[in-house]
């Protein structure tokens, strides 16, 4: 399927002004807006189209592309990107599609079906794919690890899908001060990378889960009380901008966008590296505890004590779940602490209380996030939402009050597992939040410590969809209505827990909210990444739900 006579069928399509590739030699600018420069801006990123397409699809082009009908685009697209990638694109029937599909951790995401997916090995292909999508006003997605909860995060219906899975870069500097990181990996790729090493980053605590989403949307980790979020910890981003350019965004060349991509997600441009900072680490002491429903009060009241007293001890983490499964309301609390210390004195208060499970141990970084991974598996229906609230045991309660009485309406559904899950946001944690220009959340050191709870469901048919999402939603909404009434409402919305009906970028405050829209019209003139990808959360808030 080559073309021997493509000059010809470029006087067809190429209109009266053809811009030279100052397109992709400027961080600002459209992307191509005729074949001309279609055609220009591939053969920079080395792919000679003269030699890749096929005369019969390219004639087509001659009319021009319509906006009206994105799915004979996307149709088009697949077809030129095989033509020009190869069996790096597949598509619905085939062996590789189907595989590719299944890799998702939520249902709801695996149930989208694009009209291909793309899975390109370099920041290059992920520029050309971008490229070609935008020409044709396809819309598309784009996956890192796939673990978000709902349909259409990181999937797209008739869509192309941009797959970073190819993309597993996993490098160390020689002053082994930072590791490159492609976002195809997976957090437990990079431990088992650097633990051997007795090397560690800022990451996810879950070995599923992917670095580009977990990063891009801030990040806890084990050792956020001591180094911040993970996007506290990079250094610097290789990103494919709207127009196709690839360029390295670090505090020095793009502060701007440093800024953006610290906490704003998907609306800036498409990351295909993240150069980590990296610091030693050995083996840590962690696992999980389980506890019957009962001992609530002083599971809180320890949670309470680590969340005002964290700023004694900030090698420790700590996760805190009430759960209904298996026809019991439980309590299973996750402790990790960044040394092999048995007991740290900043547990105490939990150390006393007697829990009929334990898996608490000394071990390292992979170890810990793979005994996670094992509590959230793929294959079934997920949702989440989430708040932010001021510290106070009282609203605590209260919260544990709700949940447990909503999540008796839903004890019937078939496989579900319903979660009430708090985490301290510490004022050490807080504290590297303006590091390096600071993150774009919004957060400041003086309003913690706080309370992030989020409300995860698992559950296994679609037919409970509207019961479990309604029963979510009813939770995070009368916790918010209570911290109200206590004056304790906080406005920040964590992305990588929120449901896909709450207004994330409202929740970083005005400015913060303002500034990101500012950049992203900078260095994304054309929109490219609020209109043509239309998934996960969008500066302007949810338009959708």
């Not at 050995?282 to 002083?298: E, R, V």
């Not at 009485?405 to 946001?425: C, H, M, W």
């Not at 969008?538 to 959708?544: A, C, I, N, S």
């Amino acid at each position: 399927m080559h073309l021997s006579h493509f000059s010809c069928f470029l006087a067809l399509v190429i209109t009266s002004s053809v811009i030279s590739a100052k397109t992709l030699n400027s961080d600002i600018g459209h992307p191509p807006r005729n074949f001309g420069e279609l055609r220009d801006a591939l053969r920079q990123l080395g792919y000679d189209t003269a030699d890749e397409l096929h005369k019969p699809f390219l004639s087509g082009l001659s009319h021009g592309v319509s906006t009206a009908s994105p799915t004979k685009n996307c149709v088009k697209v697949c077809v030129f990107l095989t033509l020009l990638l190869g069996d790096l694109v597949s598509s619905p029937g085939s062996e590789s599609y189907g595989q590719q599909q299944s890799a998702y951790w939520s249902n709801q995401q695996a149930e989208m079906r694009p009209a291909c997916r793309v899975l390109p090995k370099h920041a290059k292909g992920v520029a050309a794919a971008l490229l070609v999508t935008t020409f044709f006003h396809c819309p598309f997605a784009v996956k890192s690890g796939g673990h978000a909860a709902f349909a259409g995060a990181s999937s797209i219906q008739g869509g192309l899908t941009i797959d970073l899975d190819n993309m597993r870069t996993l490098q160390i500097s020689k002053d082994k001060a930072t590791t490159y990181v492609g976002p195809g990996n997976r957090w437990g790729d990079v431990y088992r990378y650097l633990s051997p090493l007795n090397l560690s980053v800022v990451g996810g605590r879950d070995a599923g889960i992917g670095v580009g989403g977990l990063t891009l949307g801030g990040g806890i980790s084990f050792f956020s009380g001591r180094r911040g979020w993970a996007c506290d910890g990079v250094r610097n981003y290789e990103v494919v901008l709207a127009n196709g350019k690839i360029t390295n965004v670090n505090t020095h060349s793009h502060p701007d966008m440093y800024f953006a991509l610290r906490g704003g997600g998907n609306n800036f441009g498409i990351v295909t590296r993240f150069d980590l900072e990296t610091f030693e680490q050995g083996q840590l002491w962690g696992g999980s505890k389980l506890y019957p429903i009962a001992l609530n009060a002083s599971i809180i009241k320890a949670f309470d004590n680590f969340a005002n007293n964290a700023s004694d001890d900030p090698d420790a983490a700590l996760i805190v779940t009430f759960d209904y499964v298996q026809g019991q309301y439980i309590s299973v609390n996750d402790y990790e602490y960044a040394k092999p210390v048995v007991n740290p004195p900043i547990f105490r208060e939990f150390m006393k209380i007697e829990s009929n499970l334990s898996t608490m141990r000394i071990s390292d970084l992979t170890n810990l996030t793979l005994e996670l991974r094992a509590a959230s598996p793929n294959g079934v229906r997920n949702t989440y939402t989430t708040a932010t609230f001021k510290n106070s045991p009282i609203l605590l309660s209260k919260i544990l009050e709700i949940f447990v009485s909503e999540s008796k309406g839903v004890e019937d559904v078939a496989g579900i597992l319903s979660s009430l899950v708090l985490q301290p946001i510490t004022k050490p944690v807080i504290s590297y939040f303006s590091k390096n220009g600071g993150n774009a959340m919004g957060i400041v050191e003086s309003d913690g410590p706080l309370i992030l709870m989020s409300a995860p469901f698992m559950w296994a048919s679609a037919a409970d969809d509207t019961r479990v999402y309604a029963t979510s939603n009813r939770i995070i909404d009368q916790s918010i209505a209570a911290a109200k009434e206590l004056h304790l409402d906080y406005k920040f919305i964590y992305q990588n827990y929120a449901s896909r009906r709450q207004d994330v970028f409202a929740g970083y405050g005005q400015k913060n909210h303002a500034r990101l829209v500012k950049i992203s019209q900078k260095y994304d003139p054309s929109q490219i990444f609020q209109t043509l990808q239309p998934g996960y959360f969008k500066l302007k808030g949810p338009t959708d739900v």
